[in-house]
């Protein structure tokens, strides 16, 4: 067993649980902002076109969120099936699982791609996208699905190094990308130097050319071996067993999470409904808050590494203890940055558009949602819980009760039956967010989550 795999697994086994959590998850902190700055760059940009710009990647990122997690289910099952082999000492099981993911992810991709990029007109249509803005979104979203395959390459290769419990290399990763997409978006967008000015369209160009190389070298560092793991040539052809067994841990967590990605294009289409402002209000805020959950997803995804390595080790009472601690780090995180959040609430918005009415309801929108972020993230981390022990049937459960049970319903009861407008869709939100924290809690205690899937 190499020096590196060593390192990582005596940490996670036997390590401080807080330490080890902090160190496996401020990487995932790091690499979960530079996503969301993705998007909060191509708003900042867009945002000097006019509000009507900013709801291109408003009313794209539910969408393609929703296409995407049609594949995530089999890069969570690789999270648990490399973490546990790597827990069990079983390397080479390890190597030939992350081979068998990234083929299904890759796979599944393409046809995610041009599956969108077809229907895009129709899906546009059914979430309500206003008429003197749909072609801005349409060319937004089409090419966006374009580089679907790209991202899909640099998330297989992030679930499956979060197997094997590094969660830094992905983290550069990203940055690469990130700092790429900075220098394109400006030029692309107003036509700077040679580049033609292409406005909305010159984002998207932008974000799918720099997923596009760092995707390309993400493939190179999992076929040379330089990250621990290796795909191997020999394991490229799918095999029924291991196919079976990503389905089988995949397709919970897939279904899981396409419903509620559906539930939140659902939750567009309300806001839609509403008005423009709205739309620029949710999409700001939306990425804002998404920037908060980057510490908690951070902590919930080394909560999952170490969950899965030490139920792969037999250590139940340490995985939970590593449970307990993480809900513990996050509910402190999120209650602070909420109350910072909700002081800077004005200056905040006041950064991405000028916009007087956008701004008001994105205050409004601080005003009565900020303060249901701590409760959301105990909601994570138990479904961080599920995912690294396999268990992702619960997971889905969880998801389809949060979305389906409560968000979409007291959305459209507060906001159109009662009409309360947006407000009642921000008041929906923190409450499925507050009630969905206790249902998960209730899940994890019943102790379903120790069963291990190798």
């Known amino acids: 067993m190499n020096e590196k795999l060593t390192k990582y697994q005596d940490q996670i086994l036997n390590g401080n649980i807080a330490k080890t959590l902090l160190m496996l998850g401020w990487p995932l902190m790091i690499g979960g902002l530079l996503h969301t700055l993705y998007n909060l760059i191509d708003m900042f940009w867009l945002g000097k076109l006019g509000k009507e710009a900013i709801a291109a990647p408003a009313n794209t990122w539910p969408i393609v969120w929703l296409m995407i997690s049609l594949g995530m289910g089999a890069g969570i099952a690789g999270i648990a099936l490399v973490s546990q082999y790597i827990g069990a000492q079983k390397k080479e099981m390890a190597n030939k699982a992350a081979t068998q993911v990234f083929v299904f992810m890759f796979t599944i991709a393409i046809v995610i791609g041009i599956a969108g990029f077809f229907f895009s007109p129709y899906i546009l249509r059914f979430v309500s996208v206003p008429p003197e803005i749909f072609d801005l979104v349409l060319s937004y979203i089409q090419i966006i699905f374009l580089g679907i395959p790209f991202m899909f390459m640099t998330l297989a290769f992030d679930f499956i190094l979060r197997g094997f419990g590094d969660t830094r290399t992905a983290v550069k990763i990203t940055g690469t990308s990130l700092v790429l997409n900075m220098i394109l978006d400006p030029l692309m967008i107003f036509g700077i130097g040679f580049f033609p000015r292409m406005e909305v369209a010159g984002a998207a160009w932008a974000t799918v050319i720099s997923r596009a190389f760092v995707g390309l070298i993400a493939v190179y560092l999992l076929f040379s071996g330089r990250v621990g793991i290796k795909l191997e040539k020999k394991y490229l052809m799918p095999e029924k067993e291991f196919i079976k067994k990503i389905l089988s841990i995949g397709m919970p967590a897939s279904i899981g999470q396409s419903t509620v990605a559906f539930g939140f294009v659902i939750l ?27 510490v908690t997803g951070g902590i919930a995804g080394a909560n999952t590494t170490m969950i899965g390595q030490n139920l792969g080790a037999q250590q139940e009472k340490r995985a939970e203890k590593c449970v307990w601690t993480s809900i513990g780090i996050v509910f402190s995180i999120l209650m602070a940055t909420s109350i910072a959040l909700y002081l800077t609430r004005a200056w905040t918005f006041k950064i991405f558009v000028d916009d007087p009415e956008v701004i008001a309801e994105g205050m409004n929108f601080i005003r009565i949602f900020v303060f249901s972020l701590p409760f959301f993230s105990v909601f994570q981390t138990v479904g961080s819980t599920f995912q690294g022990s396999g268990q992702t049937k619960y997971q889905m459960v969880l998801g389809m009760i949060r979305l389906w049970g409560m968000r979409i319903p007291f ?13 009642g869709i921000w008041l929906g939100m923190a409450l499925s967010n507050i009630f969905g924290s206790l249902v998960a809690l209730a899940f994890f205690m019943t102790g379903r989550w120790k069963k291990t899937v190798i």
């Open 268 to 294: 567009m289409k309300f806001v839609n409904k509403i008005g423009i402002a709205t739309i620029g209000a949710y999409g700001i805020g939306n990425r804002i808050v998404s920037i908060i959950f980057t």
């Open 411 to 423: 959305c459209y009861l507060l906001a159109f039956t009662l009409d309360k407008g947006a407000s």
